[in-house]
């Protein structure tokens, strides 16, 4: 079945630590984006990417790091400048990133914890 | 700028109740507008879209219609099913400049037997 994964979906972290949240799609999407989603808000962008080798911050990149080596694959790291990482992270792809009407596809989710 | 307005939950009905879920929109130029929904403890799943002004999308018995004269993308369901609970995100994807998708807060619905 094709699809969006993202692992693990539970993490807890130490302060001061840096870690990575896997996101792998087999659509064979072009564009793919990582959203994070805290408690009565909505999803907000924090970094995308409509080709490979290429990314675009998004609304709130600040503490957060991403690549894009291969179509497939788009991990995101949350660093230790991360001030208030506690969150629920997720993942999505869309065909293109220049379709107007493009539905974004999403993964599960990863969830977050600071210790 | 782009923004997405929804009514504020929780949304409580009891079964076979009527649903609507208000959403408005900030836009220039002329966006797609979204229904996505989130069951706990999952992503997101489009439910419907449309794409210009007067389009009605549906699905699984909901219906939006895209009004640009009100600048509004409401959601409703004729009879809600307990299935339904879910939390309901409106969005709108600009046709330029990035297309970014911008979300609503969500609104978040339950529904009793």
């Known amino acids: 079945d094709g699809g969006i994964t993202q692992s693990p979906k539970y993490l807890f972290r130490k302060e001061g630590q840096n870690v990575t949240l896997s996101c792998e799609q087999n659509?064979?999407?072009?564009?793919m984006y990582w959203y994070r989603q805290d408690p009565g808000q909505g999803l907000r962008l924090i970094y995308y990417?409509?080709?490979?080798?290429?990314?675009q911050k998004g609304d709130i990149a600040e503490g957060y790091s991403v690549s894009r080596e291969k179509k497939e694959s788009f991990p995101l790291t949350v660093t230790s400048a991360q001030k208030n990482p506690t969150a629920f992270y997720l993942c999505?792809?869309?065909?293109?990133?220049?379709?107007?009407?493009?539905?974004?596809?999403f993964g599960e989710g990863s969830r977050l914890t600071v210790l | 700028g782009n923004s997405v307005t929804q009514m504020e939950g929780p949304v409580t009905l009891s079964e076979e109740a009527f649903l609507t879920i208000n959403c408005t929109y900030t836009?220039?130029?002329?966006?797609?507008l979204f229904w996505y929904v989130q069951y706990p403890g999952e992503g997101l799943q489009l439910l419907l879209k449309?794409?210009?002004?007067?389009d009605k999308g549906s699905n699984k018995g909901f219906e939006a219609t895209y009004r640009k004269e009100t600048t509004s993308f409401h959601l409703e369901k004729g009879s809600v099913q307990v299935s339904d609970s879910a939390v309901y995100f409106c969005?709108?994807?600009?046709?330029?400049?990035?297309?970014?998708?911008?979300f609503g807060a969500g609104t978040r619905l339950f529904v009793k037997a």
């Open positions: 999505a792809s869309s065909i293109d990133g220049t379709s107007g009407s493009g539905e974004l596809f």
């Open positions: 659509l064979n999407h072009d564009a």
């Open positions: 990417s409509q080709i490979v080798n290429d990314f």
């Open positions: 836009a220039t130029g002329y966006p797609s």
């Open positions: 449309a794409t210009k002004a007067d």
């Open positions: 969005a709108l994807r600009r046709n330029t400049g990035g297309f970014k998708t911008i």
